[in-house]
C-alpha cells in the first residue's frame, strides 16, 4: 500500500521552463510534508517543506503548493535549470512517529 | 554541518555472506534510519532506532538485522545476504525535537552488489 503517491517518474524539460512533480496522499493524520532532492552519488537532502495549514510556500525558484481538500501537494520549479537535474521526492510525516513515508521519487532532466 | 558517513561506498559480496553496514552520524541524532533505494520503488525503510538499543522495523525487515549499541552508530547486517539484496542503501539521521521539523540527514549511500 503506497501512501504517497509521486508522478510523473520522469520529466524533461528544456532550460527556463517549469517543472511540476505531483504527489497524493490518503491519510489525513500527516502534518509536514518535505521535498528531498538527491543528485547522482549522493544520498537525498531536504529541499523545502511546508505544514498543511498554509497553501503554499516558496523558496527561491522552488514552490510546494499545497491542496489540503484534495489531498495533494506539488513542487514547482520556476525557470529550470541544468543544475536541478536530479531526483526529487516528496514524502510525508505523521506526528507521533518518527518515520518519514516517501513517493517513488521522479527524475529530472534538464537540457540545456 | 550535519556528517552521515557509511562505511563504504562499494561493496561485492557473495550469496551466503554475513554482511556488515555501518553508518556514523556527528549530530547527536537521536534517530536513525536505514532505507533501500531500487529504481521504481523510490526509498523504503528498513529499520529504525530512535535511542541506543531501541528499534522498529520498517517497511521491508525481511533478511536485515540491525544494532545501535551506542548513540552515534547504527549497523545493518544482512545475516545470509542473497542476489535480491543488491541495491543501493542509505543511512539517515534526525533530532528527536519537534523544533528540527525532523529533518532526515542521509549520507552518501553503499551500492551493494550481492553475486
Known amino acids: 500500500q503506497q501512501q504517497v503517491k509521486q508522478s510523473p517518474q520522469s520529466l524533461i524539460v528544456q532550460k527556463g521552463g517549469i517543472s511540476i512533480i505531483n504527489c497524493a496522499y490518503e491519510n489525513t493524520a500527516f502534518d509536514y510534508f518535505p521535498w528531498y532532492q538527491q543528485f547522482p552519488g549522493k544520498g537525498p537532502a531536504l529541499l523545502i517543506a511546508?505544514?498543511?495549514?498554509?497553501s503554499e510556500k516558496k523558496e527561491g525558484r522552488f514552490t510546494i503548493s499545497f491542496n489540503k481538500s484534495a489531498k495533494q501537494f506539488s513542487l514547482h520549479i520556476m525557470d529550470s535549470q541544468p543544475g536541478d537535474s536530479a531526483t526529487y521526492f516528496c514524502a510525508a510525516y505523521q506526528g507521533g512517529s518518527e518515520k518519514l513515508v516517501f513517493g517513488k521519487g521522479m527524475k529530472l532532466t534538464v537540457n540545456p | 554541518d550535519v556528517k552521515v558517513t557509511q562505511s563504504s561506498r562499494y561493496l561485492v559480496k557473495r550469496t551466503g555472506e554475513k554482511v556488515f553496514l555501518e553508518c556514523v552520524q556527528d549530530m547527536d541524532h537521536e534517530n536513525m534510519f536505514w532505507y533501500r533505494q531500487d529504481p521504481g520503488l523510490g526509498l523504503r525503510l528498513i529499520y529504525f532506532s530512535y535511542d541506543v538499543k531501541m528499534k522498529e522495523k520498517g517497511d521491508i525487515p525481511e533478511g536485515y538485522s540491525v544494532s545501535r549499541e551506542k548513540k552515534e552508530r547504527f549497523s545493518l547486517i544482512l545475516e545470509s545476504a542473497s542476489t535480491n539484496q543488491t541495491s543501493m542503501y542509505l543511512c539517515?539521521?534526525?533530532?528527536?525535537?519537534?523544533?528540527?521539523?525532523?529533518?532526515?540527514?542521509f549520507g552518501p549511500g553503499t551500492r551493494l552488489t550481492v553475486l
Open positions: 539517515a539521521s534526525s533530532s528527536g525535537l519537534a523544533a528540527y521539523l525532523n529533518e532526515q540527514f
Open positions: 511546508i505544514r498543511p495549514d498554509v
